[in-house]
């Protein structure tokens, strides 16, 4: 099994609130309406379990017409299910059944069926999955709506709100907060009207926002077609909590092929196994083709772009002139004159991110390696202080893939312990070890080497590495007189260790 964790366009120009409202919603619909359907569900279920069992051994009994049409329905949908209901030997399903078998008096009989019909009605008219989830054999026009907002359960929630919020908000970002929930809905109500088509007879009562959020991953693949996403394999429980310690196989693809992919599946599973999966895979196909459609109309309509220019104006109006500026003549090609510009700006206001990003791509543009380098630090530095990992990890690859190689050692531990945080054991200690060996005057060279070797010994089962780096940190020209202890037990540790590693069978 596939799960996406992220993609490249996470970060939009506003806040999401479209898209976090649609999962508040969805959470707070959950939680006020699956304890009811779950005490409702067994209760229904034991009413149409007797119908079917009594209209089996009797047909001759007459029952009103939704009755009827529900057991017609199931004769059709599931005939050798039905046939062995209709053997007089079957084993007894429960007391009820008992009871009725021995009953042979056609009127007491015709009693029983209407008292199960009665129950039956008053299930419909009581259920909230009758009343507000989708039905395709007679939906009603609130369900349309409504039965987007209803799940099964927390799997079937979190699922659809992790990847509503993965295609959903850069969307928003790209539509605006008008057109985007309205898309939303539309597209909800789109797939469950071609789950009826596909299943024009189906009495199965369908929930969930899958069909609206196929619609987001198919407009998702319109609009950013090479974006690429991460995605980790789970093969069972082991690798599942592999994943939730940030550990497990992980790959990067592109949207182009990792969302067609799963809409074959989906196409497969529902020619195969049609309704009997238990997974509307029809809603899901339809939601995806109309998420696509609507995706090219609204690109080459030109709503899109009317709507990103009214969001482009916006938050050039919340931004600082110089930035506005700035940007101007970036995109005029003026770089020199945006270059003097932003530093008259970040002289003023020298914690000013948004400018060091600016400044960042000019320098780059005018290929001045060093300062683009000296940029990138500072942006890095702006990034821990308020407290942005992701962007400050970006920051210094961006510094390492221009030829970087000399990070201010205090910033450099702060990024080494944020790989270490992340788990990210093996390049943690590969960045430890570059610190130690481009610094190994300065005071933060010990405090990697410490470091390093507590990850190789501890973490990465690695004793022999470890114990080269307490050593270096023994050897080093650094003081470290209030380190010792932690030195020697370091070393007296990783001898140990690499004693038992090397012992014979």
């Known amino acids: 099994m596939f799960i996406p964790l992220r993609h490249e366009n996470m970060e939009g120009r506003r806040w999401p609130v479209i898209s976090i409202a649609l999962v508040l919603i969805n959470l707070v619909a959950f939680l006020a309406t699956h304890g009811q359907i779950d005490n409702q569900n067994p209760k229904d279920g034991e009413v149409r379990a007797h119908v079917l069992l009594l209209a089996a051994m009797h047909p001759e009994l007459s029952m009103p ?3 009827q049409a529900f057991v017609t329905n199931f004769q059709k949908k599931h005939p050798g299910t039905w046939k062995e209901v209709q053997n ?3 084993d007894v399903a429960d007391g009820w059944d008992a009871r009725v078998r021995l009953m042979e008096d056609q ?3 015709q009693q029983e069926m209407d008292s199960l019909a009665e129950q039956f009605a008053n299930a419909q008219q009581n259920s909230l999955l009758e009343q507000y989830a989708f039905v395709p054999a007679h939906p009603k026009a609130i369900s349309y709506l409504t039965a987007n907002f209803l799940h099964g359960g927390w799997l079937h929630l979190i699922g659809n709100m992790w990847f509503l919020w993965l295609a959903g908000a850069i969307l928003e970002d790209t539509w605006g907060r008008v057109i985007y ?9 789109a797939a469950l009207q071609f789950h009826a088509w596909s299943n024009p007879e189906s009495i199965v009562p369908t929930l969930g926002a899958s069909g609206a959020v196929a619609a987001l991953m198919g407009a998702f693949l319109v609009r950013f077609p090479k974006t690429k996403i991460e995605v ?3 093969l069972g429980l082991r690798s599942l909590s592999n994943l939730a310690l940030g550990k497990g196989i992980r790959f990067k693809a592109a949207a182009y092929w990792l969302l067609p992919l799963w809409l074959l599946m989906e196409i497969f599973s529902g020619a195969i196994f049609g309704t009997y999966s238990g997974v509307a895979h029809w809603a899901h196909f339809g939601g995806f083709a109309f998420g696509a459609l609507v995706a090219l109309g609204l690109r080459h309509s030109g709503l899109e772009h009317k709507a990103n220019a009214a969001i482009e104006a916006k938050v050039s109006w919340t931004a600082d002139p110089a930035i506005v500026q700035g940007t101007e003549l970036m995109n005029q090609g003026k770089v020199d004159e945006a270059i003097a510009v932003l530093q008259k700006y970040v002289a003023t206001k ?8 600016l400044l960042q791509q000019l320098y780059w543009r005018k290929n001045d ?6 940029t990138s630090i500072k942006l890095c530095q702006l990034h821990l202080k308020a407290q942005d990992k992701e962007a400050a990890l970006q920051d210094y690859q961006e510094y390492m893939n221009a030829g970087g190689n000399r990070m201010p050692a205090a910033v450099w531990l702060e990024l080494c312990r944020i790989f270490e945080g992340q788990q990210n054991y093996d390049r943690a200690v590969t960045e430890y070890d570059h610190l130690a060996q481009t610094y190994p005057t300065e005071r933060q060279s010990i405090l990697a080497l410490l470091s390093a070797g507590r990850l190789s010994l501890k973490q990465l089962n690695r004793p022999s590495d470890a114990l080269r780096f307490y050593n270096a940190a023994k050897t080093s020209r650094v003081p470290h007189l209030d380190w010792e202890n932690n030195i020697q037990a370091g070393i007296q540790a990783a001898e140990k260790a690499a004693g038992v590693a090397v012992r014979p069978a």
């Open 65 to 67: 017409p939704n009755v």
């Open 88 to 90: 007089p030997n079957r």
């Open 107 to 109: 009127t007491a009989l």
């Open 181 to 189: 929930p309205i898309v939303y809905l539309v597209a909800g109500a």
């Open 232 to 234: 980790a394999v789970v």
């Open 350 to 357: 020298p914690d000013a991110v948004d400018a060091y990003f």
């Open 369 to 374: 390696v060093p300062t683009y380098l000296e």
